[in-house]
């Protein structure tokens, strides 16, 4: 049988067919950026106070600021309060004016913004006082749709394949991301968000698998690097959408719609040739095979493709044995705990760019740009480092930054969002690094469910982090705080991880021992151990080695 990875060797690791792949799968990259924070821009504060048009009735010639006066309590600073007025009475206005309102209430007519504002989702859903929490809350809900569509297009990419499930997640996310500028209610609001967010997992996963399983070993690290600062200009171009497009329903729209452009790519865009014939589905893994060698101006031996049989079917690993082995078991929760602790501080950060007292499109804007050289420059920090040290110093760097930043004057913004950008940018660096070292960390055989894990992990982080924003209306340094503490203990719990660098990826689960031992055992065992083989009645002798 002849292995479809000599085939893809054949075929060119990284030739034009491949650049274009990962060409054409960078574009809804830039839509998922702008999904993930176009939220911050929709609902920028504004000054309100309760709808006290009642005293109008009683006399209809009073100015606004004598309307203020009689029927809006002051704050100790002597501003109107936002969120109470005087409870309306019968009286008439010459009482009013003699004796005065004491009793105070809630708002019970609504909230009036000054005029001239352009509709966004604070003004026209009211999320103000005491429905102010739903901005957080429908984060929240937007990072449930992330974590579900980890549950649901992952397994369906394996059934159905991958080129399918890119077009359905493409299709939903364009269609509920501009219904999103249609809706009239905001609970309908955060429903159309939560298909929006797992159709942005079900694009990022998936396009990951294609360009992986297509793209040669030498040149995946450079194909993953593409998409992450991909992502990256995506925010960028979210700042100076935003800022183009006050407009929150119009901005919805020019966010979403150009997504629709990707079917134009439909035709070219390939199935996973490892997938086809891992289905037996040999004639269209033949053909695929057959367009990108003639893409890459290669030749497939004829030999070669006719060999080519559905791969047998072999032991798989599961989930059970993530937690049966003691090795593994220790990798399984240091690595879910720093995933969870990377996304608890990432979106920590990048969700509050409304709070660190600096225009919102420029620190916006600088988010998206760290970003760039974290995700370069880690690449090579683990080259010089190794993985251990590079994931457990950014983590202890990220939350060292955070706990800085809680304990900064509210009066400070500069050195506020200097900080900031300093976290955002390690702890950008710490996720690509995640990527790399969990794939590493864990066995081929389980390594999908490994991985599956650890990003579930990040998502259920993802969904706590708005939360815990809310509990800045305590003290304004309790959410950072938490942001800060929990990557340091995952940085330090990271110190307890094998070392990856140089050493070849484990196949199966193996004995006790951690991943770089049996790796390191397994390579001065296969000095001494030879396995002969007869091959025209000589004895060719192989050494015995573990590959990804």
């Known amino acids: 049988m002849s292995d479809v990875g000599e085939i893809l060797k054949a075929v060119g690791d990284f030739g034009p067919f491949q650049q274009w792949l990962v060409l054409i799968t960078l574009f809804p990259c830039l839509s998922v950026a702008f999904h993930q924070f176009c939220q911050l821009f929709m609902v920028a504060h504004v000054p309100h106070h309760c709808d006290t048009s009642w005293i109008r009735n009683i006399s209809p010639n009073l100015t606004e600021e004598e309307q203020l006066n009689l029927t809006l309590p002051r704050d100790a600073d002597g501003e109107y309060e936002q ?22 209430e809630k708002c019970s007519s609504g909230w009036v913004y000054p005029s001239g504002q352009p509709p966004s989702l604070l003004t026209e859903f009211d999320l103000v006082c005491d429905r102010k929490n739903l901005n957080d809350i429908s984060q929240s809900v937007y990072m449930l749709g992330l974590f579900l569509g980890t549950v649901i297009f992952g397994p369906l990419s394996d059934r159905i394949g991958r080129r399918p499930v890119v077009l359905i997640s493409v299709f939903l996310q364009g269609l509920f991301g501009v219904g999103i500028a249609f809706v009239p209610h905001f609970y309908v609001y955060m429903a159309f968000r939560c298909v929006v967010g797992a159709s942005v997992t079900g694009i990022s996963m998936t396009i990951l698998a294609l360009a992986t399983e297509w793209v040669g070993v030498s040149s995946r690290p450079e194909a993953v690097l593409f998409s992450h600062c991909c992502f990256a ?42 997938w086809l014939v891992t289905k037996g589905r040999i004639e269209e893994a033949k053909k695929v095979l057959q367009k990108a060698a003639a893409t890459n101006k290669r030749t497939i031996p004829p030999g070669l493709l006719e060999q080519l049989t559905p791969e047998k079917q072999t032991k798989s690993g599961s989930a059970l044995d993530l937690f049966r082995k003691k090795h593994l078991q220790k990798v399984t929760l240091i690595m879910s705990c720093t995933w969870f602790v990377n996304s608890l501080v990432y979106y920590g950060l990048s969700l509050n760019v409304t709070n660190f007292g600096l225009d919102i499109y ?53 050195a506020t969002t200097v900080l900031a950008i300093t976290g955002k940018f390690t702890a950008s660096a710490s996720f690509s690094t995640s990527y790399v070292y969990t794939a590493e960390l864990f066995p081929t055989v389980v390594r999908q469910t490994g ?20 509990l800045g209306q305590y003290h304004r340094a309790i959410p950072m705080a938490i942001f800060g503490s929990a990557p340091m203990v995952g940085g330090l719990l990271c110190v307890l991880l094998p070392e990856t660098r140089g050493t070849d990826l484990l196949d199966d689960t193996g004995g006790s021992c951690p991943p770089a031992e049996v790796c390191e055992n397994a390579n001065s065992s296969s000095e001494n151990e030879h396995v002969k083989a007869k091959d025209g009645g000589q004895d060719n002798e192989y050494t015995k080695t573990t590959q990804f």
Request: net charge neutral.
């Open 233 to 274: 200009i995506g925010q960028i171009l979210l700042a100076g959408l935003s800022y183009g497009i006050r407009n929150w329903r119009l901005l919805e729209i020019a966010g979403s719609a150009p997504i629709f452009a990707f079917f134009f790519c439909i035709q070219v865009l390939p199935e996973s040739a490892r």
């Open 451 to 470: 991985v599956g894990l650890c990003l579930m992990s990040a998502r259920v982080a993802g969904i706590m982090a708005p939360l815990i924003h809310l």
């Open 83 to 104: 969120c109470s007025m005087y409870s309306p009475v019968d009286w008439d206005l010459s009482s009013i004016v003699a004796y005065g309102l004491n009793a105070t």
């Open 362 to 414: 420029l620190t916006q804007l600088a988010f998206g740009a760290v970003e760039i050289p974290a995700r370069v420059g880690c690449i090579f920090t683990l080259q010089w480092f190794g993985r251990r040290k590079t994931q457990a110093v950014l983590l202890l760097l990220s939350g060292l930054v955070c706990l800085i930043i809680a304990g900064i004057p509210e009066d400070q913004p500069v």
